[in-house]
């Protein structure tokens, strides 16, 4: 069992740099590859950005070059820093954690997941 807490939420403004963080607990966070997926007000939850436990990145179309997912074994954390809000970005952001995920966009292959956190951003 993993345990997962976001954090970092908030209201911005479009344009401004926010990081979120997913702190787990339970079994050994660094077998786990980990994913940030987002839900927008009546829509579906969408992947936004997975890394390995070997520290590969993927990142949707909408967030690359905008968004950084990284990782810190010690801490047992996760993090998404997202730069250029735009008001599209608003959701609720989830951490989620699964083991030798092969298809990492995909939520189904994701075990673990969070309670997600808010990210509002105004025009």
């Known amino acids: 069992q993993v345990q997962l807490v976001e954090s970092g939420g908030g209201l911005m403004q479009a344009g401004d740099s926010l990081r979120l963080a997913c702190a787990a607990s339970g079994r050994a966070f660094n077998t786990y590859d980990m994913g940030w997926f987002r839900q927008a007000p009546g829509k579906e939850r969408e992947f936004v950005a997975a890394i390995t436990r070997g520290g590969d990145e993927l990142y949707a179309d909408s967030v690359k070059g905008r968004f950084t997912i990284s990782r810190d074994n010690a801490k047992e954390t996760v993090y998404l820093q997202m730069h250029s809000l735009k008001p599209e970005d608003t959701a609720v952001y989830y951490c989620?954690?699964?083991?030798?995920?092969?298809?990492?966009?995909?939520?189904?292959?994701?075990?673990?997941w969070g309670q997600g956190t808010q990210v509002t951003v105004s025009s």
């Open positions: 989620a954690a699964g083991l030798s995920i092969r298809v990492l966009r995909v939520e189904s292959r994701y075990d673990f």
